[in-house]
């Protein structure tokens, strides 16, 4: 099965990927303007290039919503995480990572602008994998306090970089979180945290799981859904 890239101007980077347990065609848009095609064996590419063609209406909808929702980095931007502190450096030719105890510098070549998609992507990279590692050392000790003090039991935890949703919890009680979790105030990831501590007991989102939920968040449940909202799985 022969994997397709093809840039169209206006739309952007497109990834056509035919897939054989695909029954229809599916489109996923994300940061950098690049959309993805799954389409099933019996479709040709160039029913696939239509069927994107026709939604680029839709497409540009999308990239304007991760646009609005995805900042751009520059040597004006520090961001301070669980562990460390970011900065953006413009020096030297090459790009490169830097860090000094709880300081971390991205560095990017004094030719560029901040602003470069290359630059941009390199930038998310680099915060995506801090994320990452943060999420692995704050997570799992997070997770096991609040299952304690709550007499929640688990299975295992999986930590992912996920767009579609902050965290889930499987029909065996294993837990996922996402690794995003960690540009989140702390009230906030505790409360995904018990979201799904929840799900162990209460598989479906009825009147009883939001009752179990506002027991042990002080009837805050739906006031911090409602903040969570603010926030997206897009934004790195």
């Known amino acids: 099965m022969t994997v ?9 980077e497109v990834t056509f990927k035919p897939n054989s347990r695909s029954k229809g065609i599916r489109m996923s848009v994300r940061a950098g303007r690049k959309i993805l095609v799954s389409y099933p064996l019996y479709v040709s ?19 304007q919503k991760i646009e609005k929702i995805t900042p751009e ?3 004006d931007t520090a961001i301070q995480t669980h562990f460390h502190k970011i900065t953006f450096l413009r020096a030297g030719e090459k790009f490169a990572v830097r860090q000094n105890h709880e300081n971390i510098e991205i560095v990017f070549p004094d030719t560029d602008l ?6 941009q992507q390199f930038f998310q990279r680099v915060l995506t994998e801090i994320y990452r590692r943060e999420a ?12 304690g003090q709550n007499g929640f039991h688990y ?15 499987s029909g065996h009680n294993n837990i996922s979180l996402n690794l995003n979790l960690m540009k989140l105030p702390d009230h906030l990831i505790d409360y995904i945290i ?17 009752k179990n939920l506002d027991g042990i968040t002080g009837d805050q449940a739906h006031k911090l859904a409602a903040e969570l909202k603010k926030h997206s799985t897009y934004t790195i």
Request: hydrophobic share 35%; aromatic share 10%.
């Open 45 to 63: 590419y160039r029913e696939a290039a239509r069927f994107v063609e026709q939604h680029a209406d839709w497409i540009a909808n999308q990239q």
């Open 73 to 75: 980095y520059s040597e």
């Open 136 to 147: 692995k050392q704050y997570l799992p000790h997070r997770l096991s306090d609040l299952a």
């Open 194 to 210: 018990l979201h799904e501590l929840v799900h162990t007991r209460v598989k479906n989102h009825s009147p009883l799981f939001w």
């Open 155 to 169: 299975g295992n935890l999986t930590i992912r970089n996920n767009r579609t949703n902050w965290g889930s919890c």
């Open 114 to 119: 901040p602003g470069d998609q290359k630059t």
């Open 4 to 12: 397709k890239v093809v840039n169209i101007i206006s739309i952007g």
